[in-house]
């Protein structure tokens, strides 16, 4: 007994001992679970799908101090999976105007504002609470800002919005109060009822003011369209308004549906035809009305059916990071659509394909997958030539491959699964992938990833006949960097038409044609679907540009002079790189050379009637000076004031304007060097 009382009171001790240890972990558990939970709620996490977010406005547009003022409600409903305790709030004049966000009368204080990896225009923000699944928060919010008043003022990104990271379309209530003499344009439907304007799954919520405009109104289906115009653009505006009807029309009988209930379009603010732009959603601009005579017929219903093809791609369906290239891609495919549909042609499609053709000529880099870092430090018409020109090219190329039935049943899809969601280039490459039932990696990886160009021909054909039936044999041959499948189309005599593809893998292919008739021609990509660059860069000519664009403006003039003496024979007609050339040139003090440069850009610039022949006349002048040859110098300053004008071009490098009163001057005394 005496041996198991001892044996009793170790296990006793034992016991208590792991009831200690046990309690102690579990305080520590308790307490490391609370840390964590601390830990994750201390910090700002964007939802992978924002909450979904409700604003109701009011403000006011006080004329006498020329400010706009407003308050706001911002219904936050947690949809997400994440507790949600800190948010960013966007507003662009953070950094010069104060805001008040309050909820439940509470004021919330600013945690960071424009630093630590905000921008000037964010504010860091710590809720009351936090906010769990399927919770809701109400924040009000008053703010004011600087206002200038106009004939037109397009007011965008005016109130304080909540940052997720990426696009978001919400739901808007505003009551706008203004002088009676502007006319209002929103992104919402005036609710008489409620003297408010409202709007449901909106990116960006818009408001424009203006006065003494003239307005033409009508429906295409359920959508209200409003065109603003001067008189003096009267004619301009009446083929636009019919044009919006015509697309709307089209683009909801060929899609299914138009996105929005209003559409508003106003003068885009540049005095000549530019083309256009979404001002924010239902609203946009189109340029240089006034001068509708400059441009044919075809560009005004052109431009109208692509601006209203970003209502779709952009406002619809949701940027994503990047993926600029690839919103205008799709829009323009819905405005080649209409345009072809009705007869007007493509040629203005096909104009944005050869601003990535002649890019690629010269040796540009047109990567769409760029880091941020990377972008910055493009110097060339980035937007036009990739974004535009090559986003378009790479959507029509993509639609050859898979059919136009398999495209735009893919098309189609991504309009309805990615509503108001942003749209990645991954999301829509397994969407594509889907309908086609082919993996696209090596079509995305080649356009998307590289500079890889498109070039093939047909180097031959023959035909044969027996026993009443034609074989046609044509070989192709690729000659680009890009391998892709292209069409080759056989025309027979008795109109019947084959169509054929070659091999991505073959560089080289023999494609077969069966018939009853003779041949009449053959054609590779007889649509004129592809950005062909046929034929190829020259390399020579592209590597020499390639050089001159990766010149600096200074200290580089012995690198220049390589440049020019060993491309003496190659005929480089871009007056734009020939004159840095020439430059550069100067800048190293070879004159001689650079005075041979600025005679050919001046002789190019006379027979294009270049606005920029007053500018080379007077950089032979300044050579001529230095070299000591005044005569010639002054013939040079003579024939440059002649075709002045009012123009002005700045060299920030040796802070120098050349214009007339510079020109002048040279005229009474000789140009000298600093």
Request: hydrophobic share 35%.
């Amino acid at each position: 007994m005496e041996n198991a009382n001892v044996i009793g009171k170790k296990d006793r001790i034992l016991i208590c001992g792991l009831a200690y240890i046990i309690l102690m972990t579990n305080s520590f558990l308790i307490v490391y679970a609370n840390a964590s939970e601390n830990f994750q709620q201390s910090r700002f996490k964007a939802p992978v799908q924002p909450p979904h977010t409700q604003y109701s406005i009011q403000v006011r547009v006080n004329a006498s101090n020329n400010r706009l003022e407003g308050r706001e409600k911002i219904l936050i409903h947690n949809h997400s999976l994440l507790p949600l305790k800190r948010i960013i709030i966007d507003w662009p004049y953070l950094s010069s105007e104060k805001i008040e966000i309050f909820s439940q009368d509470e004021r919330l204080k600013s945690l960071a504002q424009g630093e630590n990896g905000l921008s000037n225009s964010q504010i860091l923000i710590e809720l009351p609470r936090v906010i769990e699944s399927e919770e809701s928060i109400m924040l009000e919010v008053r703010f004011s800002s600087p206002l200038q008043l106009g004939k037109i003022n397009k007011l965008t990104r005016w109130f304080p919005r909540l940052w997720w990271g990426r696009n978001t379309s919400d739901d808007f209530e505003v009551k706008i109060d203004v002088p009676e003499k502007y006319v209002i344009a929103t992104s919402g439907i005036f609710d008489k009822a409620r003297n408010h304007y409202s709007a449901k799954g909106v990116r960006e919520f818009g408001i424009v003011l203006m006065r003494d405009l003239e307005i033409l109104k009508a429906c295409s289906g359920e959508t209200e369209i409003y065109c603003y115009y001067e008189k003096a653009a009267g004619k301009c505006a009446e083929l636009i308004h019919q044009t919006a009807i015509d697309a709307i029309k089209f683009y909801r009988d060929w899609l299914g549906f138009y996105p929005h209930k209003i559409l508003h379009i106003i003068p885009g603010g540049l005095s000549h035809p530019a083309g256009g732009y979404p001002i924010a959603t239902a609203i946009v601009g189109i340029h240089g009305q006034e001068r509708m005579n400059e441009k044919p017929e075809s560009h005004w219903q052109f431009i109208t059916a692509h601006e209203i093809g970003h209502q779709y791609w952009m406002e619809h369906v949701l940027e994503a990071p990047d993926t600029f290239w690839l919103m205008i891609g799709l829009g323009v495919y819905a405005d080649r659509a209409f345009m072809l549909a009705k007869g007007y042609g493509d040629r203005h499609e096909r104009d944005m394909i050869q601003r990535y053709i002649s890019g690629t000529r010269d040796m540009l880099d047109t990567r769409m997958n760029r880091l941020a870092e990377e972008r910055e430090k493009v110097d060339f018409d980035y937007n036009n030539i990739v974004n535009h020109g090559k986003g378009f090219g790479v959507i029509s190329a993509l639609a050859c491959v898979m059919g136009k039935n398999e495209f735009e049943s893919a098309y189609r899809r991504c309009l309805k699964e990615f509503r108001d969601r942003p749209l990645g280039v991954v999301d829509f490459q397994h969407v594509c992938e889907d309908e086609s039932g082919e993996k696209l990696d090596w079509f995305f990886d080649q356009w998307v990833r590289t500079s890889r160009f498109l070039s093939y021909e047909i180097t031959s054909h023959e035909t044969s006949s027996k026993n009443g039936e034609y074989v046609t044999t044509a070989k192709v041959r690729r000659l680009g960097t890009l391998s892709m499948p292209v069409p080759v189309t056989a025309f027979f005599q008795d109109n019947s038409r084959q169509c054929l593809y070659t091999d991505r893998f073959l560089d080289e292919c023999s494609l077969v044609f069966m018939s009853k008739a003779p041949l009449k021609e053959i054609k590779l990509d007889a649509k004129d679907e592809l950005p062909l660059i046929i034929p190829p860069p020259v390399h020579e000519t592209a590597q020499l540009k390639k050089d001159i664009r990766n010149l600096q403006w200074t200290g580089q003039g012995d690198k220049a002079l390589q440049i020019y003496t060993n491309n003496k024979d190659i005929d480089l007609e871009d007056t734009g790189l020939l004159f840095k050339l020439g430059m550069c040139l100067y800048d190293g003090e070879h004159y001689k050379e650079s005075l041979q440069i600025f005679r050919k850009c001046a002789d190019f610039s006379r027979e294009n009637k270049s606005n920029s022949l007053f500018c080379h006349l007077t950089w032979q002048g300044h050579v001529l000076d230095l070299l000591n040859r005044r005569d010639e110098a002054l013939k040079c300053y003579e024939e440059a004031l002649r075709h002045c004008g009012s123009r002005t071009v700045r060299h920030d490098q040796y802070r120098m304007r050349t214009n007339r009163d510079w020109i002048e001057q040279r005229l009474k005394e000789p140009f000298q060097r600093d």
